[in-house]
């Protein structure tokens, strides 16, 4: 493990902002045939988990825990309330107005915050409470990633039992089978297995709809739900009851925070092009398909939705289904890598192994350690809960709590970044928040019917996360109060040591720094190279670094350089593919015959003064189990010397 303050690390919080535009976003959009692979591909990806919200949305309202009778009013009530989510939620506050707050192309809760407000690795932020709202949103989405794979896939397996109870006995088993299959694929990349997901995905919405249609026809009046006063005389009448059902009301909008979090992955265009052509007209038939059916048949409040569907055509549904929520677990996996790979670059969680799936999509990765966490995690909650509807009674706290942190940060964007008038972005923000404290207010019931769950899961990882960068702070600033370079070369000035042919490469966390690897070579070996370079990285608050822009060079004495090397934080750090284009005037430099310097720390716990000793115990485990930074930085093992040290915290 190297030292974080010798990782070289650290945050230009002014540097290359995002654009001011709210249309900016990194890169032209696609056109033509690409276009139209992008947006099926992220129809498979993005849409698959409020794409299976029919299985168990509408049932939840007549069926749950907080249950009301299958009226006629009731239904067109409820109907109404879905429409309009639908609308007002996913398609006016994400599709159209969140996706424009993009950080040059990268969506998700940290690329908002760092857009919002420098994100600072060694120092403190000054809008410290946006950071932590923002890093508290960010470990809510976790919570909402173990618990939506779990949910979609058993929903649809529990559709055995409406063809036959002998399936009962192996609905937990094929659930856990199915999962598995689908994290053991996740290598493969997010682009190929939207490839194969998207026309799956596509047959799904268009079954959606056939099945609505097939409904709506014969009774054709739930087609007025669009007309809100439903809602207004379902609340009338229902009064605390009603508001309860806006809790299962929400399961079909579950979907909206993760659609921002793949926003890089695909982009803002083919995003919207799937939701308007396909996923919007697909549910909403669908739902107004099942509104029909309770209304001429309510003792089908069980399980509507597969009740929609002539007998002959249950085995194949149920299968369509179950590959559909397959499918509609990819889009939290997804959203799971990209905020690790944001926490990662952001100083919020120590080196971890990414893998870049896409030679010309940047946001396509794959996290190893993530997947299969995700994996163990999502059998656990399928084994704990063991039925939907249990889950369903765990699902939404995490995802509401995270909708109202996005419409406070975003806020703060549209002020700040874009120049809107009070009037503007607050009427706006005021406006969504509305229907995101009404949400909200509602999952707070569950809580003790397991909504516990994801809010223990997120209290855990915000824990993790804060704790993490806290320990960095704190192993940088003890190891930079002692190593200033202008000491090192005022003792080279008094002292010099002997001088070896070559070059050496070593990390530094702070261009002013001078790293522990260098102090040890020449106090142990009385040494100094020929030349000395200093590679400092910087992480900026942007997704993505400009090669043009990537390096900073500049000559210091004694034959030392300092070398500023900037990644946004979705880029992968690759020091050495990087300094293969690096010249330097008047001296020969081959980054193949150097050698490079890093320091492998061992962080001792301790009463000093900084954080709690359990948190520092924490940190220590954390810092023993991160990447190897010659790994992390892409550094060639052949030419990579580390030097151990010791740092108490």
């Given amino acids: 493990m190297t030292n974080p303050a010798d990782q070289a690390v650290d945050v230009n919080p002014q540097a290359h902002a995002a654009s001011e535009d709210p249309e900016h976003h990194h890169g032209p959009d696609p056109k033509g045939r690409y276009l139209a692979l992008l947006s099926l591909t992220a129809l498979g990806i993005v849409y698959g988990d409020i794409g299976t919200s029919p299985l168990y949305a509408m049932r939840e309202s007549f069926h749950g825990p907080h249950a009301i009778p299958p009226t006629l009013t009731n ?3 409820v109907l109404s309330l879905i429409f309009w989510s639908l609308i007002l939620v996913v398609t006016i506050k994400y599709l159209v107005f969140i996706l424009r707050a993009d950080n040059r192309g990268e969506g998700g809760i940290l690329a908002l915050t760092a857009l919002a407000t420098p994100i600072k690795r060694f120092a403190k932020n000054e809008r410290w409470w946006v950071v932590v709202l923002g890093v508290f949103g ?15 896939v058993l929903s649809a397996v529990e559709g055995l039992k409406i063809a036959t109870p002998l399936f ?3 609905v937990i088993p094929i659930t856990i089978g199915i999962l598995v299959g689908l994290f053991m694929i996740q290598r493969h990349g997010t682009g190929l297995v939207g490839r194969f997901f998207g026309p799956i995905t ?3 919405f268009i079954v959606l709809g056939a099945l609505g249609v097939m409904h709506i026809v014969q009774y054709p009046a739930v087609l007025g739900a669009i007309n809100p006063m439903y809602s207004v005389n379902f609340f009338r009448e229902d009064g605390l009851q009603g508001f309860l059902i806006l809790g299962t009301v929400f399961l079909v909008v579950t979907g909206g925070e993760a659609l921002y979090a793949d926003m890089g992955h695909f982009g803002r265009l083919p995003i919207r092009i799937a939701w308007f052509a396909v996923a919007l007209p697909g549910l909403l038939l669908n739902y107004m398909g099942q509104a029909s059916l309770l209304i001429r048949h309510p003792e089908y409040a069980e399980n509507p939705f597969y009740l929609m569907a002539p007998s002959w055509a249950l085995y194949p549904l149920v299968v369509l289904a179950t590959m559909a929520t397959v499918i509609a677990s990819q889009a939290l996996i997804s959203g799971a890598f990209s905020i690790t790979m944001q926490a990662t670059q952001l100083g919020f969680l120590p080196r971890i192994r990414i893998l870049h799936t896409s030679r010309t999509e940047r946001g396509q990765i794959y996290i190893p350690a993530v997947n299969w966490l995700l994996m163990l995690a999502c059998i656990a909650v399928v084994i704990g809960f063991r039925s939907s509807s249990n889950l369903a009674a765990a699902y939404g706290i995490a995802v509401t709590s995270t909708m109202v942190i996005t419409t406070v940060i975003f806020y703060i964007v549209a002020r700040e970044r874009w120049g809107w008038s009070l009037l503007k972005a607050g009427g706006l923000a005021g406006f969504f928040m509305v229907f995101d404290l009404a949400f909200l207010g509602a999952n707070l019931v569950k809580i003790p019917a397991g909504g516990w769950f994801t809010l223990v899961v997120a209290l855990l990882l915000f824990t993790v996360m804060t704790t993490w960068k806290r320990g960095e702070n704190l192993v940088a600033q003890r190891a930079s109060s002692d190593h200033q370079l ?3 070369i005022e003792m080279l000035h008094a002292k010099p040591p002997v001088r ?4 050496a490469i070593f990390l530094s966390a702070r261009p002013d720094g001078a790293p522990e690897a260098l102090l040890a070579n020449i106090h142990h070996n009385k040494v100094l190279h020929e030349h000395v370079l200093l590679v400092t990285v910087q992480s900026r608050s942007v997704p993505h670094v400009p090669r043009s822009e990537r390096m900073a060079l500049s000559s210091i004495d004694h034959g030392m350089y300092t070398l500023s090397v900037a990644y946004g934080f979705m880029d992968r750090p690759n020091i050495h593919k990087a300094i293969r284009t690096l010249k330097i005037p008047g001296v020969p430099f ?4 150097t050698t490079y310097f ?4 061992r962080v001792i716990p301790t009463k000093l003064p900084g954080m709690a000793l359990w948190r520092e115990k924490i940190f220590a485990v954390m810092s023993s189990n991160a990447t190897n930074a010659a790994d992390f930085f892409s550094l060639p093992p052949a030419q990579v010397i580390e030097i151990g040290t010791r740092v108490e915290v």
């Fill in 598 to 601: 890093i320091n492998r720390t």
């Fill in 202 to 204: 596509l047959l799904w």
């Fill in 168 to 170: 009962q006995p192996y």
């Fill in 590 to 593: 081959d980054p193949n015959k």
């Fill in 486 to 488: 202008s000491n090192v």
């Fill in 138 to 152: 960010a470990a809510l989405l976790y919570g909402d990633g173990i618990i939506t794979p779990a949910i979609s």
């Fill in 500 to 503: 070896v042919p070559g070059f």
């Fill in 75 to 77: 239904i067109m009530g």
